[in-house]
């Protein structure tokens, strides 16, 4: 008997054939043909053609500002994602049903309405924006901290989410433990809960990270899209590309994006699945 | 995401509170609480504020102009188009991932979520480069077009609004689906298939009971993303009034700068945002559902 026969054989369960066709025949039209496109039309440029548009000095430049304040962001995310989970997991206090389910938000809220709604709040005479720059000046709409406000509000239902489910399933006795043996608590949440966090953490920074460098709805009018400023974003000078008819220089900025996507992708998955391995281990 | 059930939960933030010290336990809510407040709450009012600036005569007008209705249902046709496609990948893909195991299978779940993680203008790229004028599949369209003598157009109409909002909301369903099924294993059905059953009987009598809720929670989430979904398709949509969504309409009507038509846009917003909230609520009865099971 062949190896393949005695593998299929094992198969209890009815179904292989046909959930494997039909899910790899819809992925491979919907999604990776249509992607497989890109590359290969970003095929057509010579490697110094290629090489010329993607170092151009606003494509550079677009880069930073989505990558910078995308990390920016993320981080920020994973500061407020901690201490939020937390609070949601392990206190009980009027009205957190509400805050949990409003966690999610921005998930369900369309892009380009977060987009105007953020720009409005934070221009020079918004609700939050205004009071701002009166009493200490600072600008938020049309600069690189608008940018960042926008994509901490994309970002945070992914963090928050990320370390939900490994906080409740935390066990409190090692907590327990540090606490009898004499630890505080700062040492203790540094020393015995952040550890176990640790991977979720990463998931949730990666996930904030990746949606943050390719975001576009909620980013094009809080940032105001000035090139001298250095407010545009990535996807912005692709669309921008595309409206002019550019289809080459939009397909080799594309496959760049797309590399580091990918990229993160990878290192998310890698990251859980040494996660599901520790915790089924133990 | 069912790790605790209700009491369990209960029990752990009741043990927490009682030995942490107050101070500190509401230093951390306050900090919650703000940031909740002024990152997702106050937007939500604002738009609702602004939508109503000009009093509800405006308001309603704004909402029932010609423009407005034709991406309606530009909107609800490609959500619904949208919602059955994915629904029914989202099942076989999630039977596929769950319930058998075979090499490559995490790459496959990995290929599954790009669409996650990509902007959403690399989306409506991808189809500009498949269906529009230097596409490989122009020349195939080009050839169905001619035998059949039909006029189908892909890119900048319709079927490329659809493609694009089916790519971007591609893996919500099976996400939502992969958990819970993972979580209950593979033995029922097992048990099923040997005593006889077929696989749609399995399906419909063991695996569907288990994951109804979480496959409503999946279809919810991937309603609201496919209505409000506005990258992908600003990159393949370019006639107002005949191809737009609502999320472009809201576009052109900010962009266009006047104080009115500002207004306008937030109160076509405003309509979005309601949807939004109402998916919320929604979400949160059927995942305290799915938990109580």
Not at chain 1, 137 to 145: F, L, Q, R, V, W
Not at chain 2, 4 to 10: A, I, P, Q, V, W
Not at chain 2, 57 to 63: P, T, V
Not at chain 2, 145 to 157: C, E, L, P, R
Request: proline share 4%; with cysteine.
């Amino acid at each position: 008997m062949s190896k393949t026969k005695s593998f299929k054989g094992g198969r209890v369960i009815p179904g292989f054939g046909l959930s494997f066709g039909i899910t790899i025949a819809m992925l491979s039209i919907l999604i990776l043909i249509p992607l497989a496109s890109v590359l290969f039309q970003s095929f057509r440029l010579s490697p110094k053609e290629f090489f010329e548009i993607v170092t151009m000095p606003n494509v550079l430049y677009a880069f930073a500002t989505s990558i910078g304040c995308a990390l920016i962001a993320a981080l920020i995310n994973c500061f407020f994602g901690v201490i939020l989970a937390w609070v949601l997991v392990r206190y009980e206090f009027p009205g957190k049903r509400i805050m949990d389910g409003m966690i999610e938000l921005p998930f369900c809220l369309p892009t380009a309405v977060a987009g105007i709604t953020l720009s409005k709040m934070y221009s020079t005479k918004g609700e939050i924006g205004g009071p701002l720059y009166e009493w200490f000046g600072i600008k938020i709409s049309y600069t690189h901290i608008g940018l960042i406000v926008a994509l901490v509000f994309i970002g945070i239902p992914f963090v928050v989410r990320a370390i939900q489910p490994v906080l409740e399933k935390l066990d409190s006795q090692y907590e327990e433990a540090a606490y009898i043996l004499g630890a505080k608590k700062l040492t203790t949440f540094y020393r015995v809960i952040l550890p176990e966090l640790k991977p979720a953490l990463l998931t949730g920074f990666g996930l904030a990270f990746a949606r943050g460098i390719g975001e576009y709805g909620s980013v094009i009018y809080i940032s105001g899209n000035n090139e001298k400023e250095h407010t545009q974003v990535i996807s912005y000078i692709i669309m921008q590309k595309l409206n002019y008819l550019e289809y080459e220089s939009a397909t080799a900025i594309a496959l760049i994006m797309l590399i580091i996507s990918f990229l993160l992708l990878l290192f998310i998955n890698i990251v859980q699945i040494r996660q599901s391995r520790r915790v089924s281990n133990v | 995401m069912a790790y605790l059930n209700g009491d369990e939960r209960k029990e752990l933030a009741v043990k927490t509170t009682r030995r942490s010290k107050p101070v500190v336990k509401w230093i951390l809510i306050s900090v919650s609480a703000l940031f909740i407040f002024f990152m997702l709450i106050l937007p939500l009012i604002s738009v609702i504020v602004n939508s109503l600036k000009e009093g509800f005569d405006f308001y309603f007008k704004s909402i029932s102009t010609e423009y407005v209705r034709a991406a309606l249902l530009v909107t609800l046709l490609a959500t619904v188009i949208t919602v059955i496609v994915n629904t029914f990948f989202g099942i076989m893909a999630s039977w596929l991932l769950t319930k058998f195991s075979f090499k490559g299978k995490q790459f496959l779940a990995t290929l599954i979520d790009i669409p996650f993680s990509i902007s959403p203008v690399i989306a409506g790229l991808a189809y500009i480069m498949t269906f529009g004028r230097s596409g490989w599949a122009k020349p195939v369209v080009d050839f169905i077009n001619s035998t059949f003598g039909t006029d189908i157009k892909i890119v900048f109409a319709i079927p490329g609004v659809v493609l694009a909002t089916i790519f971007v909301t591609f893996p919500f369903i099976s996400r939502e689906l992969i958990p819970v099924l993972n979580a209950e294993g593979t033995d029922e059905e097992e048990a099923a298939s040997l005593m006889g059953a077929n696989g749609w009987t399995i399906f419909k009598r063991v695996t569907f009971p288990h994951m109804k809720w979480a496959l409503i929670y999946g279809i919810i989430l991937c309603t609201a993303r496919a209505l409000g979904e506005f990258g992908a398709v600003n990159a393949l949509s370019k006639t107002r009034g005949e191809t737009f969504t609502l999320p472009l309409e809201i576009d052109a009507l900010y962009l266009a700068g006047s104080a009115d038509s500002i207004t306008a846009s937030f109160a076509v917003s405003s309509i979005l945002v309601i949807i939004a909230v109402i998916v919320l609520i929604l979400r949160n009865i059927f995942e305290h559902k799915s938990k109580a099971m």
